[in-house]
């Protein structure tokens, strides 16, 4: 069994206790998620390294993008928690990584990006894939603000460990700003200074036209929120929706060319 193989399985059985206990013990500063956590996302983190960056140029696939960008998740909310601590989401984002950091493994294709080496290209591929992350866990808090307001709706009492809806709003708002902004310098680097960043002018490909919509959501759905007091199920749609474009733009598109059409 080769290192890599090994340190992948144990990394995905400890995300998945840990996702267990966090289910089990309803708030973020037990033990597990303060010093067990950051030990799994230090495992992880030597495995995204490994695959992305250990053979020279930056290699990028369906595995481990998707491994990365579960992997900034889980750092960016474990950083973020110890001021939100909404623990039912981090359970998510640790049980969804157990998945993630197994895929590299299933899915092994991937390609060198061209011009690598040049500090701008990287520049360009770490914003986006925080964008990615941060945008994440944004649809992570609507998809569970979307099943503790039909609770309330039918009338059932929320969990000891479920947080009032006004804060995990309060958050999803933030974190949506902070992936709008992100998101933004992600777009318009790639539109103004394609050729500089990937060798070859802009091409509209359905890739831009996806990052372009997803952007255009979150920038209504910021500023329905200012203008008109946006909130409740109209953010959460405006969130998933914009999420699922952004998915389309680029784990979507890869997926159908690596896994389906084999490109």
């Given at each position: 069994?080769?290192?890599?193989?090994?340190?992948?399985?144990?990394?995905?059985?400890?995300?998945?206790?840990?996702?267990?206990?966090?289910?089990?013990?309803?708030?973020?500063?037990?033990?597990?998620?303060?010093?067990?956590?950051?030990?799994?996302?230090?495992?992880?983190?030597?495995?995204?390294?490994?695959?992305?960056?250990?053979?020279?140029?930056?290699?990028?696939?369906?595995?481990?993008?998707?491994?990365?960008?579960?992997?900034?998740?889980?750092?960016?909310?474990?950083?973020?928690?110890?001021?939100?601590?909404?623990?039912?989401?981090?359970?998510?984002v640790?049980?969804?990584?157990?998945?993630?950091v197994?895929?590299?493994?299933?899915?092994?294709?991937?390609?060198?990006?061209?011009?690598?080496?040049?500090?701008?290209l990287?520049?360009?591929?770490?914003?986006?894939?925080?964008?990615?992350?941060?945008?994440?866990?944004?649809?992570?808090?609507?998809v569970?603000?979307?099943?503790?307001?039909?609770?309330?709706?039918?009338?059932?009492?929320?969990?000891?460990?479920?947080?009032?809806?006004?804060t995990?709003?309060?958050?999803l708002?933030?974190?949506?700003?902070?992936?709008f902004?992100?998101?933004?310098l992600?777009?318009?680097?790639?539109?103004?200074?394609?050729?500089?960043?990937?060798?070859?002018?802009l091409?509209?490909?359905?890739?831009?036209?996806?990052?372009?919509?997803s952007?255009?959501?979150?920038?209504?759905?910021?500023?329905?929120?200012?203008f008109?007091?946006?909130?409740?199920?109209?953010?959460?749609?405006?969130?998933?929706?914009?999420?699922?474009?952004?998915?389309?733009?680029?784990?979507?598109?890869?997926?159908?060319?690596?896994?389906?059409?084999?490109?």
């Open positions: 069994m080769s290192p890599f193989l090994l340190i992948s399985l144990a990394t995905s059985f400890l995300y998945g206790l840990l996702a267990w206990r966090l289910l089990r013990i309803p708030h973020t500063t037990s033990p597990w998620a303060l010093y067990a956590l950051p030990l799994v996302l230090l495992l992880h983190g030597g495995l995204v390294y490994d695959s992305v960056l250990g053979h020279g140029a930056i290699q990028l696939g369906f595995g481990n993008s998707l491994s990365t960008i579960l992997w900034l998740t889980a750092c960016i909310y474990w950083l973020t928690s110890y001021r939100y601590p909404l623990a039912g989401i981090q359970a998510w640790t049980g969804l990584a157990a998945i993630a197994l895929l590299p493994l299933v899915f092994t294709h991937s390609h060198a990006i061209p011009n690598s080496e040049a500090l701008a990287r520049a360009h591929l770490i914003v986006s894939l925080l964008a990615y992350s941060l945008l994440a866990i944004a649809a992570l808090h609507a569970l603000m979307t099943t503790l307001e039909k609770q309330l709706h039918r009338g059932a009492a929320m969990s000891g460990g479920a947080p009032p809806l006004l995990m709003e309060a958050v708002f933030k974190t949506v700003a902070a992936g902004v992100l998101l933004t992600t777009v318009f680097s790639g539109i103004v200074f394609s050729e500089e960043l990937f060798g070859k002018p091409q509209f490909t359905h890739k831009i036209v996806f990052a372009i919509l952007w255009g959501v979150f920038g209504g759905l910021l500023l329905g929120r200012h008109r007091g946006w909130r409740g199920r109209t953010a959460l749609y405006w969130t998933l929706t914009g999420f699922v474009l952004l998915l389309l733009a680029y784990v979507g598109t890869q997926f159908v060319l690596e896994v389906l059409l084999h490109r």
